[in-house]
């Protein structure tokens, strides 16, 4: 029998981030995981990851079957592959603070979908804010967005009750609209409000970035019309939530620019954040 967790990490050119990112689940209070390494950029991560001291069976390394073909397509080949009844994704700059998977699989017990707040680091670990923090709670698909803000790559789900694959056909907000498909088939999601997943910014980060606007809008804007028409078979109620959420945040995105040049280092969800209140 194979691990409750499947743990899915694409990887692409991450031989200066990888390490610390492994060691976070060898830290893990629950031990019982496996984490599906997919290369997308025909590196050998194994003997990487052995100069480094780590060799561990939990481990298995995939390739994507190309190189450059993207998060999604790399994070879809692992997700064909597993076994395993739940899977968490962990980008390979990320880390998973010590209790992540043991708290979202006591959650698991009574939810398909368990998301918790980030916290959101520089890529020396500095602390820069939380995500998505406070209370432990219920969250329907249209409350989502309001408390995640920006990012949902911390999501565990339970493959018996709803699953989904990666959109290969978006630049942006893959992460969102893999999470709009989940919700479809179970309606509501279980927020962690304690902070149990380092999100690291880098400059050069989707949302932080100095030329993505242009892909995060038409990604929103894709996002709006498949709400719109229904695609997800949501309630009218989160549609129209989430609906109103993108369209603040599509404000947002356009005014980043000026806000990022009198503000340098200025985050997106600090930027976003003031106009959902």
Known sequence: MSAPFAVVTPAFQAQATIVPTVRSLLAQTCTDWQLWLVADDGFDYAAFLSDAGI?????????????????????????????????????????FKPRKLELALAALADHAIVTCA??????????LRHVGDGPDRVLTPGQH?????????????DRRRTDARYDVTMSNMTDLELLLQLYGPVGSSFHLGAP??????????????????????????????????????????????????????????????????????????????????
């Open 55 to 95: 060799n561990d069976p939990r481990i298995r390394f995939l390739d994507s079957g190309g190189i450059g073909l993207g998060a999604s397509r790399a994070r879809n080949v692992a997700l064909d592959a597993i076994t395993a009844p739940y899977v968490a994704i962990l980008d390979a700059d990320d880390r």
């Open 118 to 127: 980030l916290d959101v680091m520089t890529d020396s670990f500095v602390h």
């Open 145 to 157: 967005k309001f408390v995640s803000l920006s990012m949902d790559s911390m999501v565990v789900w």
């Open 196 to 277: 149990l997943h380092d999100y690291i910014k880098r400059a050069s980060s989707m949302s932080n970035g100095a030329n993505v606007a242009a892909g995060m809008i038409a990604s929103k804007t894709t996002l709006l019309d498949r709400l719109r028409e229904g695609a997800y078979g949501l309630p009218a109620s989160d549609v129209a939530g989430l609906v109103g959420f993108l369209e603040i945040s599509l404000g947002a995105e356009a005014e980043y620019g000026a806000a990022l040049a009198a503000r340098p280092g200025l985050l997106f969800e600090d930027h976003l954040q003031p106009r959902l209140q």
